[in-house]
């Protein structure tokens, strides 16, 4: 079974530009998680979806980061303008259900921001 | 969620069992003890979860204290490719995997 793909996997950009990362998460998985992981720390978690909508953005700062899922499949998340603490690996996760058991992480896309 | 308190870092020999504590002392009846590990430049993968009873899949196994304060997991002949960040995490089956991960536990496996 193929597993959660992201890209790019790795990004470089100066402070104030945009970024946007893509996500295809495993085939028939309704719920798509986006993690932030700051180097040292582990995951911390951004937006969760439910099929093309939203169950949970709290975390994130919705003043420069965006998310969607249109169709329900890939995800994109986007930030704008980016600033230097945005550096960190953007990690995508899937699980069938919403109570699943397990979630399945991609490999994520690091992001340097200068 | 309920906190978790882990070691920052362990070191195991190969082929040796590695135990790694967590303790969770402020954990509700209703949650449950999920584990996780990192390794390096991957995302984390799932190893195995528990509420009361001791459970055992092909990676490893998960010991839960009868009082439910702390639990143990236990990767039976760590091997190289163990080597990575452990991270012990609490929470309500309902929440799904909205995980909180805290710092975890650094194992190097050493041949």
């Given amino acids: 079974e193929a597993g959660v793909a992201q890209s790019p996997r790795y990004k470089i950009i100066e402070k104030r530009q945009s970024v946007a990362f893509w996500c295809n998460p495993i085939s028939g998985h309704a719920t798509l998680y986006w993690y932030q992981q700051i180097l040292g720390q582990g995951p911390k978690l951004l937006i969760q979806f439910q099929n093309n909508g939203v169950v949970d953005d709290s975390q994130l700062p919705k003043d420069r980061f965006s998310a969607e899922r249109l169709k329900g499949v890939d995800s994109t998340l986007k930030i704008q303008p980016a600033k230097l603490e945005d550096s960190a690996v953007y990690l995508c996760a899937s699980s069938f259900g919403q109570t699943n058991t397990e979630a399945f992480f991609g490999q994520g896309t690091r992001l340097t921001v200068v | ?111």
């Avoid at chain 2, 430049?41 to 190893?47: H, L, N, R, T, V």
């Avoid at chain 2, 163990?82 to 975890?104: E, H, P, R, S």
């Fill in chain 2, 1 to 111: 969620d309920a906190k978790t308190t882990q070691p920052t870092s362990m070191d195991c020999a190969e082929g040796r069992a590695a135990n790694l504590p967590c303790n969770h002392s402020t954990i509700s009846g209703n949650e449950y003890v999920y584990w996780y590990r990192q390794i390096h430049s991957q995302g984390p993968q799932y190893i195995i979860h528990g509420l009361k009873n001791n459970e055992t899949n092909e990676m490893a196994s998960l010991i839960i204290t009868e009082d439910r304060k702390s639990s143990t997991l236990i990767l039976p002949h760590a091997t190289l490719r163990d080597t990575a960040v452990y991270y012990c995490i609490v929470k309500i089956k309902a929440a799904g995997n909205k995980l909180t991960f805290g710092g975890g536990t650094r194992v190097l496996v050493k041949p």
